[in-house]
């Protein structure tokens, strides 16, 4: 068995690696070749710990395993590490046996930034110059990043519940040459492209917020419960996603389609667009709605490529198990 530990991912894993990746399941998984097994998460009555696993089948890509792991919120102040813990375990399809245990925290960011940064490289505009967040926090990070990569864009804006925190986003677009300001919530009308990514559990963002042709990434939302933009926005854009399943259930399209105004014959997978299945954007005066729920997948793809990578470095860890 290999192992591949937290402390070389970073060194080891690119973002267009992830990209690769990711982009690959998703096609996939629209294509039938791969699926999500039922997502396990329980309070565990200790530490506060939510914990639980996520995993699936790649036929195509002959990935199977799980990711487990959760969220410990005492981490952080009582022993100075970070409250999000997993682990990725892949397993040989062909056997059962054990292949590889690798480190899942940093891959965890590179996966969800490679979803939205996906969705961009399908369904926006060529030509889109604006990208708004709305959020900024650890993972707005990672996507405004990988999202760069994808449009020529100019500019940059941000709106985040806690100003503070907006110099998050001003770094990465420093990074990239960009400008970047801060706007109100209507302010968002001048993006071309959008990401949310916040805990939020109510609608930041209005329907009237958003203008014509632009491409909205929602992020944030990944349990029942919470929620980033007005259902009516939902209503108004062509939606897609990365399964169905977790989109109408603990994704943003839940409340859209529990108020009636989508049903779940509305929302296409966003790997239909890679596969061609799906013409993707019909018109550049479209709204698109990319709602990202987060898949095991997606782990598993991820932990796949840096298994290889590490292999190709010498760097894996081999036990005999
Ligand atoms: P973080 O704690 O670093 O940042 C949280 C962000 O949400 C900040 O911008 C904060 O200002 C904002 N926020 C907090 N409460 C809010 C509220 N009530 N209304 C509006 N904004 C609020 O967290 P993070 O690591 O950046 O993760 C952000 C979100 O992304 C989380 O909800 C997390 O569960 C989700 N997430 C989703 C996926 C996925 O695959 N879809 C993957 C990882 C994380």
Redesign the pocket.
Known sequence: MLIVPEREIADLMTREAAFAAVEKVFAAMASGDAYNFPVVREAIGHEDALYGFKGGFDRAGLTLGLKAGG?WPNNLDKRGIIN?QSTVFLFDPDTGKAKAMVGGNLL??L??AA?SSVSIRHLARKDAKVIGM?????????QLRAALEQRDFDKVIGW???PD?LP?LEEVAAEAGLPFEAVELDGMQEADVMIS??????A?LSAGQVAPGTHIAC?????KG?Q?VDPQLLAKATVFT?EVAQSVSI?EAQHAVAQGLIAEGDIAQLGAVINGSHKGRASDEEITLFD????GL?DLAVANAVVELAVEKGIAIEVDF
Do not use: C
Not at 134 to 142: E, L, M, T
Not at 197 to 202: E, K, N, Y
Not at 292 to 295: C, K, N, Y
């Open positions: 969220y999000h965890t960011a996966r969800t979803a709305i959020g900024a926090g650890h993972q707005a990070k990672f985040n519940l806690h925190m998050n990514i916040t805990s939020s559990f109510d930041i992020m944030g939302t990944d349990t919470k980033e990365d994704g990202g729920t987060g898949v997606q």
